[in-house]
């Protein structure tokens, strides 16, 4: 899962600002989902993914993850799979975002399910690129001068994959790329001498950035067809929100500035790669809509066939749709965005691929009016349309919310 990257970064989806290769080719390999839609933060969103659950169940506040969760990494132990994170944790939280929770604190990689981990940000900052603190199972919190945290986390990941070669393994990577600040990568000449205290943040070097972190995700396939797990390796890639909004990128020969923060599509509309050797039909394209809550439900039914009764999810797994199977797809996504974090407005809505229904009555075609610059008046609307806006407004009757 990559840091804070759209859709519009990605050549497979038509941008054409980036080098994506490995991506791209894993893309055409596999599948390309059209219509996958974050939150458009970065908390709200890894909560989501990781517990299958609309933020109003367990959201807690920005940069913790409520203890009492269960997420993907405990089922996924219980399914009989070693488990590992690698890359950005940020679920604790700081001093000020324990305040602003009422005094609570998050949790860490080993009460949410996982058996191992190298991270940056699980008790404090530091950077997370180049001399980066980090923390790990084996290592305890260091300090790594003169390398680079990404190349350190994909390094950390392909010894557990060596370990555990024989048995079931679930890794989940949240990349710390390709989020600011915008720094040089290993690859760019100056990156020996560049100083982290010089506060660099030039959005010049977001397309290394970008550039960098495909490379790594070429590493960690080849790494599979090294040990000779890529046959039963499903790979999923995804960003966990809309890229910078001091980031614009052009996609199919538009301009597109991102939007972070922000719940528009291009705060919330992320890319979504599937493939699966053996498995997923190369070429696809699924145009059906994915919300964040049903990869949940998906890995479980990867893992074990089903999904436990026991488990409560708002999620809908997508699992047959890899397979190319007739299934249950989604008619819409809900989003309950409530960050209490920097001047990021609450928003609670209803959207499918074209509409858009915001809780306070806005009303919008995403088709003719991505930016959602002109509101319709949903009192003039066309019989057809007038009767999805009225199931759109159940949908928000039905997840009214009660926050944790």
Not at 69 to 91: P, R, S
Not at 226 to 236: A, E, F, P, S, V
Request: with cysteine; glycine share 8%; net charge negative.
């Amino acid at each position: 899962m990559a840091d804070d990257l759209g859709y519009e970064t990605l050549g497979v989806y038509g941008g054409s600002s980036y080098n994506t290769p490995n991506l791209d080719e894993l893309a055409y390999e596999g599948m390309r989902f059209d219509h996958c839609y974050s939150t458009p933060l970065c908390t709200p969103s890894r909560v989501q993914i990781m517990t299958g659950k609309y933020n109003f169940r367990n959201y807690i506040s920005f940069g913790l993850l409520d203890s009492k969760e269960n997420t993907f990494g405990h089922y996924m132990q219980k399914a009989g799979y070693k488990t590992l994170i690698t890359g950005k944790w940020q679920l604790w939280g700081n001093t000020r975002q324990q305040e602003l929770a009422g005094g609570r604190t998050g949790t860490t990689p080993e009460k949410a399910g996982f058996n191992d981990y190298c991270l940056w940000q699980i008790d404090e900052r530091g950077s997370r690129y180049k001399n980066p603190h980090l923390a790990s199972k084996k290592n305890g919190t260091l300090m790594y001068p003169d390398a680079y945290g990404p190349d350190l986390f994909v390094e950390y990941m392909e010894g557990f994959m060596e370990t555990y070669r024989e048995d079931p393994m679930f890794i989940y990577y949240p990349m710390v790329l390709t989020h600011d600040p915008f720094v040089p990568t290993p690859k760019n000449p100056g990156f020996k001498t560049f100083e982290n205290t010089s506060k660099t943040n030039d959005t010049t070097y977001f397309g290394e950035m970008v550039s960098y972190m495909d490379l790594l995700v070429g590493k960690i396939v080849k790494k599979t067809e090294d040990l000779g797990i890529r046959q039963n390796t499903l790979i999923l890639f995804i960003g966990d929100n809309g890229t910078d909004t001091d980031v614009t990128s052009i996609i199919n020969g538009t301009e597109l500035t991102g939007d972070k923060g922000n719940t528009t599509n291009a705060g919330t509309h992320v890319p979504l790669i599937a493939n699966w050797k053996g498995k997923i039909k190369p070429g696809s394209v699924n145009e059906n809509l994915i919300d964040f809550t049903d990869f949940l439900p998906t890995l479980l039914e990867v893992a074990t066939g089903k999904l436990p009764d026991s488990i409560q999810t708002d999620g809908l797994s997508f699992h047959p749709q890899l397979l190319g199977k007739e299934t249950k797809v989604r008619d819409w996504i809900f989003c309950d965005y409530d960050p209490n974090w920097g001047k990021f407005q609450a928003r609670r809505y209803v959207q499918d691929r074209k509409w858009k229904l915001y809780e306070n009555g806005e009303f919008y075609n995403l088709e003719d009016d991505p930016f959602e610059n002109n509101p319709l008046d949903i009192t003039n609307q066309s019989s057809e349309v007038t009767s999805l806006i009225q199931r759109f407004k159940k949908v928000l009757e039905t997840y009214k919310t009660k926050k944790p």
